[in-house]
């Protein structure tokens, strides 16, 4: 294909052309942003220099200035809600709502502010209630997830369920293990009350929302024991290894009793060793060690903290190794000794904690529900020191 040179006459044309186009749109950004009110400039200023008690002064006073400036009511509840003024907030949105001339996109949007606001101040009652108007909007999705939100904290476990199904059915994503966790939690308030049977229609329902809910067949195991059928117990437990071995670190005591209660105790030791062996946790490790203790003696009880020392070097093995290595420690080495483990006890404390791999809380217990985010099911089964060795 040959060079043509009148295309080089095409350069400064489309020059021209862009040029003309950007002082078009810049004469337009001029001219709109004239008519703007000074304040609001202010305002933005100190948003952006994170002066937020300056900004909202700024913006107080455009809109005493210009009521029929919406986006500014916005942007101000907004603020007042983010500095935890919920009653300036509520006053601000109740007032948009309160103009007859609110087209119905803007009516709906502050009405989920209005829901915001409540929600933040703990008024539950009203939140709800202003939630439930915006079904049928844009904002209903939304809306679904704060009555879930809702529901959660009020421990309203039936309506939570319904409220994630509906959220589920609209396309707001799968919602299998947080309805789980919610039959899971109806099954523990029937186990409080007695209630077995009631608590087992639960756990079904739980394990055919969600196969793999471990939460769901630890307390089948406890619901079969609390009806007086260990063997069906302790079937509902070992299902958790098929699930995630790891998870068997928190049933290996239930499996340990179950086992004895059936005169089959060593059995299950065999069991929980394999288990140790494939996936290595320090709350397993405790109870293999007291098992193995009453079972086969110091000796091996010695010889099993000390393989697991080597497999797996942590603090919190290493409390464990000096744990057993005082129980037939020579006199005169025995408050040494005892000093060195006090010290590594000591220490161990802040270590042995899980952690919420969502936002980080550590706790000393277990949880299914994060106290820190409210997530579901984001804690890994084995502490944090352990988590670290390993990655």
């Given at each position: ?124 009652d009203r939140a709800e209630e202003t939630f439930h108007l915006l079904n049928d909007t844009q904002y209903g999705a939304q809306a679904g997830r704060a ?43 029937e186990l409080v009350h007695t209630n077995p049977d009631a608590a087992m229609n639960m756990l079904e329902k739980a394990l055919a929302t969600d196969r ?180």
């Open positions: 294909m040959e060079f043509e040179f009148w295309w080089l006459l095409g350069i400064p044309v489309f020059f021209g052309l862009g040029w003309i186009a950007a002082r078009v749109d810049i004469n337009q950004l001029i001219s709109e942003s004239r008519t703007l009110p000074r304040g609001y400039f202010k305002g933005l200023n100190f948003l952006l220099n994170e002066q937020p008690d300056k900004a909202i002064d700024a913006f107080i006073e455009i809109v005493k200035l210009d009521p029929e400036t919406v986006d500014l009511h916005f942007a101000l509840g907004n603020l007042f809600r983010r500095r935890g003024e919920t009653e300036r907030a509520i006053r601000v949105h109740q007032n948009l709502l309160a103009r007859p001339d609110l087209p119905a996109e803007h009516k709906a949007h502050a009405q989920y502010e209005l829901g915001q606001d409540y929600l933040k101040a703990g008024l539950l009555l879930l939100e809702i529901y959660q904290r009020e421990k309203e476990w039936a309506r939570a369920i319904k409220a994630a199904e509906t959220l589920q059915a609209s396309g707001a994503g799968g919602r299998q293990k947080e309805i789980a966790q919610f039959y899971c939690e109806l099954a523990e308030d793999k809910s471990v939460r769901a067949n630890i307390l089948l195991g406890d619901v079969y024991l609390a009806k007086g059928d260990v063997e069906a117990a302790l079937l509902a437990w070992r299902r958790v290894e098929h699930q995630s071995v790891p998870h068997a670190a928190l049933v290996a005591q239930r499996l340990l009793d179950g086992y004895q209660a059936v005169g089959r105790l060593k059995e299950g030791l065999n069991l929980l060793r394999a288990y140790q062996a494939e996936a290595p946790s320090i709350d397993l490790l405790e109870v293999v060690f007291k098992a193995v203790l009453e079972l086969e003696g110091v000796e091996a009880a010695n010889q099993l903290v000390s393989d697991e020392l080597r497999r797996t070097p942590t603090l919190l093995g290493l409390d464990k190794f000096l744990e057993a290595r005082l129980i037939n420690a020579p006199p005169e080495i025995r408050p040494e000794l005892s000093v060195v483990k006090t010290l590594v006890h000591s220490y161990t404390q802040k270590l042995a904690r899980y952690q919420c791999t969502h936002c980080g809380f550590k706790a000393r217990q277990f949880y299914w529900h994060c106290p820190g985010c409210n997530h579901w099911e984001t804690y890994p089964p084995r502490r944090t020191e352990e988590l670290n060795v390993m990655n």
